[in-house]
Every structure is written in C-alpha cells, then in structure tokens.
C-alpha cells in the first residue's frame, strides 16, 4: 500500500517533461514503469565514475598463492559473514589462497560486524585484517580478485575501482552488483546470501590464474570504456544542459 501511494504521488509531482531522472542500474529503473513517469525523460549512467590515472591496472602478484580482497564497509549487508564462511571453505578444501577484509566496522550502524567477531575471525586464520585505507589503488594492486558478494547496490563502487585496477571481480547476483561486470569477461557473478555458492564461485578463479588475469584486463578496458569520472562528468553536465533547454 505504501510502493503504491508513493508511486501515486511521484506521478503526480513528477511526470513532466522538463523532469528528468538518471539512474545507475536497471532494476531501480523499474521506478518509472511503477510510477507511470510516461513524460519524464529517463538517463542511465553506470555509477559515479573512476579516476582510471589514480588506479592504474599494474600486474598481477607472482605469488603463487591467490589473494582474495572484500573492501567495504565490514557490515552484513556486504556480505561479510559468507564471505568469512566462504575464506573457510576454500581453506578446508585445501587451496593455496589468502582472504582479505579490507574497510572498517561501523559501530553505528546495526548491521556492523564487531571488533570481537573481527578478532576471532583473524585469531581463526580464515581471513586477514586490513583497515581502511586512502590508498586503495596499492591495495588493489596486491590482489588476484575482488570480491562483494553484497544484498543489494546502487552502482558497487568497490566494483568500479576494481575494473580500474584490472582485478576480475566476484559479486551478487542483485540490483546494482549484477549491472557493474560482464559476467564471464569481468568478473562472475554468485547468488547473494550463499557461502556454499560464493566459494565455489571463488574457487573456479583461484585454479585458473589465466582466467583471473584475462578478466581483469577486460575489467580494466570496460572501465576505461564506461567508468571515466570525466566522461560520467561530462554526462551529468549534458543531462543538466539538456533538461534546462526542455524548460525554456
């Protein structure tokens, strides 16, 4: 009842033609069908854009070992707790890999992992702790793949950096998430809320080191291709102009 009295009120107030709306994937896009937005003039821009100069692509690490990498907010809603049960798995079946939490918990929101969990998570050796950091870029650089296996996204900003840095990612199959890789070229998507399904997942790129690496040279060519702050810039700033003409 409530989808269906806000979905009334933004027909009313918003189904014009001088209005305009960008969205960054399709499933929020459904907005308009449910609003019936029929006069307004729809945009799609894939995320908020990436300076592809601070996180260059440089080659993947030599070591043998794979080095999987989470860098988010340390809530549940990024997936945190499959991705620690999916670290251990992968562990007990034997492979050569290195999980890594990379971001902080949030002690206000409610979803947070706690410092304790983090602790005995790290005292259990199934996954390696990295705070936040500035520097994503040279944290990036040490990873194979990127992994967010979140519950939902606008537009995973952890996804973008990532093509940048040209490390193929592992992610949800869900809004935002499933629109920010190519499945099978940049990265393999997972169902959401499964750690049974996200290490298998993992696993085909942690045997195929070639695999890894050829995705994440074709992350790095679709970022360059779709994630260029300039040109998400220079998108917005057409939108504006365009819909400031429609007023006139």
Known sequence: MLRRLINRFMN??????????????????????????????????????????????????????????????????????????AATQIRDRGHNARFILIGDPDPINPTSVTPAELDAWVADGAIEWRPYTRDIASMLAALHIVALPSYREGFPKTIIDASAAGRASVTSDVPGCRDAIIDGVTGLLSPAKDAAALANTLERLILDRDRCVAMGKAARQHAEAFFDIRDVTMRHLEIYRETENRRR
Do not use: C
């Open 12 to 85: 009313l107030g918003l189904n014009r033609r001088d209005a305009s709306f960008i969205f960054q994937n399709r499933d929020d896009a459904r907005m308009v069908q449910f609003a019936r937005l029929d006069k307004a003039t729809i945009y799609m821009i894939g995320g908020s854009g990436v300076d592809l100069g601070a996180i260059p692509m440089h080659p993947h690490p030599a070591d043998s070992t794979t080095i999987v990498g989470l860098p988010a907010r340390l809530l549940r809603d990024k997936g945190v707790y499959e991705f620690v049960e």
